[in-house]
């Protein structure tokens, strides 16, 4: 058996797994991981079908420019959140971990650890591929708010919402 074929044959629980680690970096992973619908959770359908596209152009032996698209997915949602870059990328180096732990439990795929060689260098390249995108969507988000305080319109954004401060503040009713 030859690497592509024993990835081809074990695609779905390479991805699988995969995607469940990636959805565990997550403080509620089970939200994103039940919910099918795109519209309740675009965070948990986004990397599914990023990594699944990603795995697939893997197995495709595509070219770099055909990753920008399901890395754009991936990374340009978790650059808003509060991931550190190396938090942010690292989904798509667990791939090669995945890969190995898949392979190492399957008697015809085992022998093939050896030539994963070639593939973790593409998975490294990927990587680098989405820590510059990475790097982007962070620069867009300074510049966002560099442009805001400019602006003078980070008073607005930055001094909450009205009704919330109603809230935050106890009423002369509810402190009797």
């Not at 995607?19 to 795109?38: A, V």
């Not at 401060?165 to 402190?175: A, G, R, V």
């Amino acid at each position: 058996m030859e690497l592509k074929e024993a990835l081809e044959g074990h695609k779905k629980e390479i991805v699988s797994l995969w995607i469940e680690r990636t959805l565990n970096s997550y403080k509620s992973p089970g939200f994103f991981k039940k919910e099918s619908d795109s519209f309740a959770n675009p965070v948990g359908v986004n990397i599914k079908d990023a990594l699944s596209t990603i795995f697939d152009l893997l197995l495709a032996n595509a070219e770099h420019p055909d990753y920008a698209d399901p890395l754009d997915r991936i990374i340009r949602i978790r650059a808003v959140q509060t991931f550190t870059p190396a938090q942010a990328v690292a989904p798509l180096l667990e791939l090669k971990w995945v890969i190995k732990q898949v392979f190492s439990t399957k008697k015809d795929a085992e022998p093939l650890l050896s030539e994963l060689d070639t593939l973790d260098c593409d998975i490294d390249r990927i990587a680098l591929m989405g820590f510059n995108l990475y790097m982007e969507c962070r620069e867009q988000i300074y510049r966002c708010r560099i442009n805001e305080i400019k602006s003078g319109s980070h008073v607005i954004t930055d001094s909450g919402c009205p009704s919330k401060l109603l809230q935050d503040k106890p009423t002369t009713l509810e402190s009797n």
